[in-house]
Nanobody, 123 residues
Framework: QVQLVESGGGLVQAGGSLRLSCAAS????????TGWYRQAPGKERVLVAA???????DYADSVKGRFAISRDNAEDTVYLQMNSLKPEDTAVYYC?????????????????WGQGTQVTVSS
């Protein structure tokens, strides 16, 4: 099993910055990619940024140039640096870890999710 714990959310004014952390524990060697998703009230959960074990990254168009995802393999932690925050970035942010196919067969799941952390950007 993989456990994910997010931290770093909070209230910030527009234009400010926050850094979210996603600490993984358990079968961390099974993780093939980690992503940050967000869900605003009344809206679907959407991918914000993702990073693979190989270091490849991907971003939603709405956050390109403002957010940066990174990973610390030694600490099994993935970070999301959020700069130039806007009120429309307000949401609950979730960390998700995809597991390799081999691990998925053993663990019986394809991915794991954290509990979420609230980010509120005031105008």
């Amino acid at each position: 099993q993989v456990q994910l714990v997010e931290s770093g959310g909070g209230l910030v004014q527009a234009g400010g910055s926050l850094r979210l952390s996603c600490a993984a524990s358990g079968d961390t060697l099974c993780i093939s990619a980690t992503g940050w998703y967000r869900q605003a009230p009344g809206k679907e959960r959407v991918l914000v940024a993702a990073v693979t074990n190989g270091g490849s990254t991907d971003y939603a168009d709405s956050v390109k140039g403002r957010f940066a995802i990174s990973r610390d393999n030694a600490e099994d932690t993935v970070y999301l640096q959020m700069n130039s925050l806007k009120p429309e970035d307000t949401a609950v942010y979730y960390c998700s870890a995809d597991v390799s196919k081999t691990c998925a067969l053993r663990l019986g799941v394809l991915d794991y999710w954290g509990q979420g952390t609230q980010v509120t950007v005031s105008s």
